[in-house]
């Protein structure tokens, strides 16, 4: 059997460009019931999980990512079309060396390494507010949370996270959907946060630390050769994959708990069950609830034909409430055995990176918060982020408790 083309399906469209949440969802799984397939405004969807983690593991596809200056209709000219590959675009032999040759700074035991800084990190930030019995929590707790356990992981001094957090912010306006205005901050800050990167690799070759950035030149030296460039692509890969994925998780993670207030309890009362906590709330509500890819040929899958070039989505979100896949998939509940992995850290060779530090920060934050935070509830309306943002979660979140 021949593939059919894309294009010429009778496919339901798929728009969730200025939809609530919850509306978003609905519109996935009326797009889900009728077709395995959804045309965009973009391109195609897919919404199950099956042909997300297909589509993602499908080395044919390629991250889309590279396509963001052209999509926003950058000239090739400019700085964004020529600036240097980032391991999020890259493909091929050239990802793989690289995902390769920094696995060991990224494992479970690494970040477990980092398991005291985020303890006192989330106990300074709750001690600011505790008293109040009240606090905007994306401000006072998630906005400053990730940024000196990133700077620890590379090993920049602490009173520098101001910086971090500022580059961090201007460089993640790349996701934002403005990028010709944007483009001179996110140049900016790329530029300086190289530059800073570039003299502390310096400082590590004349004293090796304890930290990523002395681990990736001792790789070097091992035979594979890093360059100072790539180390420094690596780091700030690492800023910006690391920090603003972090937060919004966080937020989302407790604008949910605010609505199941028996859970919160719960997991007060049995921190224990932190890890099936954080995979459980980013099933339900993930941070990133989307990741793209494009044909890099024509490609054949299930009997459609892709031509290159073709824009497919994948909805993560989608996936985590597959009901073919998940037993009630609508239905919140951390006790819960899933037998299945959630998908907010996407699949195949992009795979999240910092998963394992994600996991060990959330699983930090959520059990101290809940436990000095008893009583959480919502302290006004909640601000979402545009649906357009790659990274997603409330961008206001008054919540008050119970002083303790
Ligand atoms: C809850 C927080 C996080 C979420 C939801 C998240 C989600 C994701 C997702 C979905 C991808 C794949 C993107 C794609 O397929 O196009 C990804 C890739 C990546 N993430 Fe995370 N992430 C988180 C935290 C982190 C942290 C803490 C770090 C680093 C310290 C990190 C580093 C990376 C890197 C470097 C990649 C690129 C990997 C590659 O392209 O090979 N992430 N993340």
Known sequence: MTA?????????????IGLERLEALAAIE??????????TEMGYCVTRLDDVTAILRDKRFHSALSLLPQMAGLPETTDAGRRRQSILSMEGDGHARLRRLVAPAF?????NRLRPTMRAVVTDLIDQVAGDGECEFVSDICEPYPIPIICELLGAPPEDWKLFSGWATDIFRIFNGALVEDLPFIERAA???TAYVSDMIAERRAEPRPDLLSDLIAIEEEG?????EEMSMLAEATLMAGT??????????????AEHPDQWALLAEQPELAPRAVEESMRYLG???????????????????????????TALAGANRDPDVWEHPNEFDITQERGTAQMTFGAGIHFCMGAALARAELQEALPLLARRMPGL???????????????????HLPVRFDKV
Do not use: M
């Open 4 to 16: 059919q083309l894309v294009h010429d399906l009778e496919l339901p469209t798929l728009n969730t």
């Open 30 to 39: 009326d797009a889900r019931s009728e077709h395995w397939l959804a045309r």
């Open 107 to 111: 494992t479970p035991a690494s970040a």
């Open 191 to 193: 530029d300086e946060l």
């Open 224 to 228: 594979d050769r890093l360059s100072t």
């Open 244 to 257: 603003d994925t972090t937060r919004n998780q966080l937020a989302c993670c407790v604008a949910l708990f």
């Open 287 to 313: 941070a990133v609830r989307a990741t793209v890819r494009f044909a890099s040929e024509d490609v054949a899958y299930r009997d459609v034909l892709f031509p290159q070039g073709t824009i497919v989505s």
């Open 377 to 395: 509830a919502r302290n006004g309306d909640v601000t979402w982020k545009p649906a357009t943002f790659g990274i997603w979660g409330p961008a």
